[in-house]
């Protein structure tokens, strides 16, 4: 019943910044929190980031202070501001939406590299 659609992934040299979307359609009133996750070649897909709707939000250790996941209820739309980006930010960056069942974007690709 929910549709994400992830955008805003590229290569960005170390230091840079990427903005990531993840757009929703269908039952968008039934959702419930909106996360970011990623997974990088060899390693489990970790949670990154998290908001809830009320508001609250939680970042994996390694991203505090350089990313920032919001929202624009409006839009139906849920962002990951990424700044101060490293080499192992790399990975493919996934939506999550929380409802009585969980919902999966297909993934974006972000590559951090000189």
């Known amino acids: 019943q929910v549709r994400l659609v992830e955008s805003g992934g590229g290569l960005v040299q170390p230091g840079g910044s990427l903005r990531l979307s993840c757009a929703a359609s269908?039952?968008?009133?039934?959702?419930?929190?909106m996360a970011w996750y990623r997974q990088a070649p060899g390693k489990q897909r970790e949670l990154v980031a998290k908001v809830t709707n009320g508001g609250s939000t939680n970042y994996a250790d390694s991203v505090k202070g350089r990313f920032t996941i919001s929202r624009d209820n409006a839009k139906d739309t849920v962002y990951l501001q990424m700044n101060s980006l490293k080499p192992g930010d790399t990975a493919v960056y996934y939506c999550?939406?929380?409802?009585?069942?969980?919902?999966w974007g297909q993934g974006t690709q972000v590559t951090v590299s000189s």
């Open positions: 999550k939406a929380e409802s009585f069942i969980d919902y």
């Open positions: 269908g039952s968008i009133f039934s959702i419930n929190a």
